[in-house]
C-alpha cells in the first residue's frame, strides 16, 4: 500500500467512525427530546397517554388547587382551549395564575397531564417565543409588539438573553 493509499483510508476510516457516533448520540437524543406543545396542539393531535412531551401556556386563573404533600393541580391555557395538570413538588417562585408556565411530563389514561417538572417565566417581561405563538394564532396575545421570547431586561439590554 503506498502511502497515499493509507492516508486515504485513515481519513474514510476516520469518517465512517465519526458518522457513526454522531448517528448514535443522535439516536440516543431522540428518546430523550420533549416537544412543546400548546393546549389547543394537544386538543387538536389527540394526547398519547405515556408519551413525554412539554405543555406550555398560562395559568388559568381560579385553577390553583394544593393538596397534601406538596401536590397542587391547575389548568394551563392558550385562552382557545385547557388541559388540566397536576405535580407534586414545590413550584418556582414565580408560579402564579395568570402567568406563562411550561410543564413537562406525560397525560395518563384519565387524560390527565402528571408533572415532573414545572418552569415558570423568569421576569414580568419574558414569554416563552412557543407561548407567544400560541397566544397570537388563538387571537389572545396581550404583550407588546411580536415579544419572540426577547427579554426587555435593563441589565442585559434591550433584544437580549440573559
Same mark, same amino acid.
Given at each position: 500500500m503506498t502511502k497515499k493509499q493509507k492516508r486515504t483510508s485513515y481519513i474514510l476510516g476516520g469518517l465512517l /467512525? /465519526? @458518522?457513526?457516533?454522531?448517528?448514535?448520540?443522535?439516536f440516543a437524543l431522540s428518546e430523550n427530546i420533549a416537544y412543546f406543545n400548546s393546549p389547543s396542539d394537544i386538543v387538536e393531535k389527540g394526547a398519547v397517554p405515556g408519551e413525554r412531551i412539554r405543555l406550555g401556556g398560562m395559568v388559568a386563573e381560579d385553577s390553583v388547587k394544593r393538596g397534601e404533600d406538596a401536590l397542587i393541580t391547575f389548568d394551563v391555557t392558550d385562552f382557545a382551549e385547557t388541559v388540566s395538570v397536576t405535580y407534586r413538588g414545590l413550584v418556582p !417562585? /414565580?408560579?402564579?395564575? *395568570?402567568? *406563562?408556565?411550561i410543564v413537562e411530563g406525560a397525560f395518563n389514561n384519565s387524560n390527565l397531564f402528571i408533572a415532573d417538572t414545572v418552569l415558570a417565566k423568569h421576569d414580568e417581561n419574558y414569554t416563552p417565543p412557543e407561548?407567544? !405563538?400560541? /397566544?397570537k394564532r388563538a387571537g389572545d396575545w396581550q404583550g407588546e409588539g411580536d415579544a419572540k421570547g426577547v427579554s426587555h431586561d435593563k441589565?442585559? *439590554?434591550? @433584544?437580549s438573553y440573559p
Amino acid at each position: 500500500m503506498t502511502k497515499k493509499q493509507k492516508r486515504t483510508s485513515y481519513i474514510l476510516g476516520g469518517l465512517l /467512525l /465519526l @458518522g457513526a457516533i454522531v448517528s448514535l448520540m443522535l439516536f440516543a437524543l431522540s428518546e430523550n427530546i420533549a416537544y412543546f406543545n400548546s393546549p389547543s396542539d394537544i386538543v387538536e393531535k389527540g394526547a398519547v397517554p405515556g408519551e413525554r412531551i412539554r405543555l406550555g401556556g398560562m395559568v388559568a386563573e381560579d385553577s390553583v388547587k394544593r393538596g397534601e404533600d406538596a401536590l397542587i393541580t391547575f389548568d394551563v391555557t392558550d385562552f382557545a382551549e385547557t388541559v388540566s395538570v397536576t405535580y407534586r413538588g414545590l413550584v418556582p !417562585d /414565580l408560579f402564579r395564575e *395568570g402567568q *406563562g408556565v411550561i410543564v413537562e411530563g406525560a397525560f395518563n389514561n384519565s387524560n390527565l397531564f402528571i408533572a415532573d417538572t414545572v418552569l415558570a417565566k423568569h421576569d414580568e417581561n419574558y414569554t416563552p417565543p412557543e407561548v407567544t !405563538d400560541a /397566544l397570537k394564532r388563538a387571537g389572545d396575545w396581550q404583550g407588546e409588539g411580536d415579544a419572540k421570547g426577547v427579554s426587555h431586561d435593563k441589565k442585559y *439590554g434591550e @433584544g437580549s438573553y440573559p
